[in-house]
């Protein structure tokens, strides 16, 4: 499967019941990628993750979605979720039993024709099961999961049903070659569905609309001379506009899903208000899923005759991206259409270099020059070796090089390594991955019992 585009598996429960451990489970064997963005802050609640070669990204709901008060927000996560996840895991509490809420949860979940695993927790060991599993049955579901997040009963069973499922996940439809998917991420009242009226109002612009990946989504693809467009799931954003109904409301979920979906993630920030914390936050989970980064400041015509303004505003957007200095910051207007003609030549660049490949020798070439310009430092003692390098995969440009510790090598080194590359290879507009392995094809910081020595 593409990098750009993996499904997404959510898992929902009330607090307590377990999901951060079983999330922690799931996720443990990651970072097998050298985050190219230091800086940028993880989430906890949201990680890639793989099982048997099948990647996938887990979203711990519970950790994200704020729900309107205590009773409410278990619900409001489900509901996210069939709207959201190509699947869904549902933790009860073995421990506890059956609570109230639970029977109404589950008839939500049951509602839905995504795939649902009813998993019950905290079972720790299989003398226990039949005793802590059996009063769910009531719930009416046809399948239940006995499952130790905690001490791992039951999780391989799960994870190898939950991966063969997400080999029946729908296939995206049949797109133009070299179309740009583009995802518009924002908060409410950023101008998304403005900025996306003005991008369709483009002259000689052809909108047509294709059907998204989950049922009420709509993407629309845009065609201009040979290039084509696709905006992810721009239903809901363009209805709204039209009814004027302002009652978006921000889903983190949302915004996940289409970051699995798109080659660009355009975050648009609101010259006005300035940017804020939840700015940050969506500009993080863009890095963290490694895709290329369009800052588009709008609504600029409001301070266009504010100097000040306008520099407090460009230092604080610098701030923000300090460690993604390679993301194109424009300002625009959606309502006067300012700066949007030049976004065409630049996500164009953009996109060629997020699925650019380089020739094998052209890489050893800049790992060899790059060495010999700053050795590796030694590594308890030893010598620190990188032998060769290749790249792995596009979107984002992934590289792997091939070292005799790959655990020792400085996150310093990384950094100048990941400078160098950079350079080298011209990428100055999205993000790049560098992996070290060894030989073997061990990952640094892989798998567990994966290590080195
Ligand atoms: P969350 O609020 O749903 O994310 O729940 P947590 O993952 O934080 O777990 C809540 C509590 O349940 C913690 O004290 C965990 O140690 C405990 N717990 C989680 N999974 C298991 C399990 O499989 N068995 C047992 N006995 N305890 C568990
Ligand atoms: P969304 O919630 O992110 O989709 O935002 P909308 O596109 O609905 O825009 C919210 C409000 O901001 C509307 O009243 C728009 O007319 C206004 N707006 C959007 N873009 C601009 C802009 O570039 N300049 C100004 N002045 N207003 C804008």
Redesign the pocket.
């Known amino acids: 499967m593409n990098s750009a585009s993996c499904p997404l598996v959510a898992l929902i429960?009330?607090?307590?019941?377990?999901?951060?451990?079983?999330?922690n489970r799931i996720t443990r064997s990651r970072d097998a990628i050298v985050d190219p963005t230091p800086g940028v802050t993880r989430d906890r609640h949201y990680a890639q993750a793989s099982w048997e070669e099948q990647s996938f990204m887990l979203v711990?709901t519970?950790?994200i979605e704020d729900g309107d008060g205590f009773s409410d927000h278990i619900r409001h996560q489900a509901m996210q979720a069939i709207e959201e996840a190509d699947i869904i895991i549902l933790?009860l509490d073995g421990?506890q039993g059956v609570m109230p809420g639970d029977h109404e949860l589950v008839d939500l979940l049951r509602r839905t024709d995504k795939t649902v695993f009813f998993a019950v927790?905290?079972?720790?060991s299989p003398e226990i099961e039949d005793s802590l599993l059996t009063p769910f049955w009531e719930l009416g579901v046809d399948q239940l999961w006995a499952?130790?997040?905690?001490?791992s009963y039951g999780f391989g069973t799960l994870m190898n049903a939950l991966v063969e499922k997400l080999g029946t996940t729908e296939a995206p439809p049949e797109l133009p070659e070299s179309t740009i998917r583009l995802a518009f991420l924002g908060r409410p009242n950023v101008g998304k569905s403005s900025m996306i009226n003005a991008i369709m109002g483009q002259e000689r612009m052809i909108v047509s609309e294709v059907a998204g990946t989950t049922r009420d989504s709509v993407d629309t693809l845009l065609t201009r001379d040979e290039h084509s467009y696709l905006l992810i799931d721009t239903a809901g954003i363009r209805r709204k506009g039209k009814t004027q109904d302002k009652l978006e409301k921000f889903s983190i979920l949302k915004a996940l899903k289409s970051l699995t979906r798109c080659d660009i993630a355009a975050v648009l920030i609101d010259a006005e208000e300035g940017i804020t914390e939840q700015d940050t936050k969506v500009i993080g989970y863009t890095q963290e899923h490694g895709r290329a980064l369009l800052i588009l400041i709008n609504k600029w015509d409001l301070i266009e005759g504010d100097k000040k303004r306008q520099e407090q505003l460009l230092a604080a957007v610098e701030e923000a991206v300090k460690f993604i200095p390679f993301a194109p910051v424009f300002k625009v207007s959606a309502k006067t259409g300012s700066g949007i003609k030049r976004l065409f030549p630049e996500m164009g660049k953009m996109h060629r270099q997020f699925y650019q490949r380089f020739p094998t020798a052209a890489l050893n070439r800049l790992l060899e020059e790059a060495k010999a310009k700053h050795e590796p430092p030694m590594y308890q003692g030893r010598r620190l070796k990188l032998f060769y390098t290749a790249q792995i995969s596009t979107a984002p440009p992934s590289f792997a090089v091939i070292a005799n510790y790959p655990k020792g090598i400085h996150f310093s080194y990384q950094r100048y390594l990941t400078n160098r590359f950079r350079e080298g290879l011209g990428l100055d507009r999205v993000p790049l991955r560098l992996l070290f392995r060894e030989r073997s094809g061990r990952t640094k910081g892989g798998k567990e019992g994966g290590e080195n020595e």
């Open positions: 429960g009330r607090p307590n019941v377990g999901k951060s451990t079983l999330f711990d519970g950790g933790l421990r927790n905290k079972i720790d499952l130790s997040a905690d001490h």
